[in-house]
């Protein structure tokens, strides 16, 4: 019996000795890179669904770049959101940043590079284009329409009720993707909604998600106001263009 025991305390003893080790030894291991700006490095303090929000966010923004035609042209930078219906690979993004015709505008990330293939809508009313990609962009997922869309009038309502909680991914000052997150303000005249974040030049047309994962909006500007003191801009109140007065049905009948 003494035997016995002396040999399982052994076996045991070089158990917790190799845990101990083991544990050690991934303590002292560094992190590498790729893991940290992987798309899915997202905090675990956060709920799955959030997580899962967050992802959809950052692997379907793209950013774009428009040049427009002349001896003084200038370009522009935004970002956009890429998405597939019925099979085909689009883009949702900003009016105001266009500047030139469809073959001078590039949809970018990190080194993965397409062009735009045609328009499917431009409303300069509702500052929104629809444009149709050459071909997929690799190493993004594409959001999906109309699965993606908030399904219902009660969900498409609580997805712009006060203190909804948002998630965006977008390219300001050509840096990024970056995400930040949110909450819906208040709203503003012409059926725009006001939302409490940041934003910066080319922000414009970042998808706005719910943490159920809905688009429901893209940005369009930061708020500029007149006050007694002159112009004030307030780079924390987003202005948020609704995704329900986007023409979804041109590329989905």
């Known amino acids: 019996?003494?035997?016995?025991?002396?040999?399982?305390?052994?076996?045991?003893?070089?158990?917790?000795?190799?845990?101990?080790?083991?544990?050690?030894?991934?303590?002292?291991?560094?992190?590498?890179?790729?893991n940290i700006v992987a798309n899915d490095s997202i905090s675990t303090s956060q709920s799955w669904d959030y997580r899962k929000a967050v992802e959809k966010s950052r692997r379907s923004a793209v950013r774009i770049r428009s040049t427009g035609i002349g001896f003084w042209s200038s370009s522009a930078t935004m970002t956009g959101t890429y998405f597939v219906a019925q099979g085909k690979p689009y883009v949702v993004t900003v009016h105001?940043?266009?500047?030139?015709p469809?073959?001078?505008?590039?949809?970018?990330?990190?080194?993965?590079?397409?062009?735009?293939?045609?328009?499917i809508i431009k409303d300069k009313a509702r500052d929104y284009v629809i444009m149709e990609l050459e071909e997929p962009l690799p190493n993004r997922t594409p959001m999906k329409i109309p699965q993606d869309l908030p399904s219902g009038l009660h969900s498409w309502e609580s997805s712009y009720s006060l203190l909804t909680n948002i998630i965006y991914t977008g390219y300001p000052n050509t840096l990024g993707p970056l995400t930040l997150k949110g909450s819906v303000a208040g709203y503003a005249p012409e059926e725009y909604l006001y939302v409490f974040s940041h934003a910066y030049g080319g922000a414009s047309g970042s998808g706005i998600f719910t943490k159920d994962g809905n688009y429901i909006g893209y940005i369009v500007a930061i708020d500029v106001g007149s006050t007694e003191f002159g112009v004030d801009v307030l780079e924390n109140i987003v202005i948020v263009a609704p995704s329900f007065n986007v023409d979804w049905s041109a590329v989905t009948n």
């Open 96 to 100: 105001h940043g266009i500047l030139g």
């Open 1 to 34: 019996k003494l035997v016995k025991v002396g040999f399982w305390t052994l076996i045991v003893g070089c158990i917790i000795t190799g845990l101990l080790t083991l544990s050690a030894l991934q303590q002292s291991r560094l992190p590498k890179w790729d």
């Open 102 to 119: 469809c073959w001078l505008i590039t949809i970018d990330h990190q080194e993965a590079q397409t062009t735009c293939k045609k328009f």
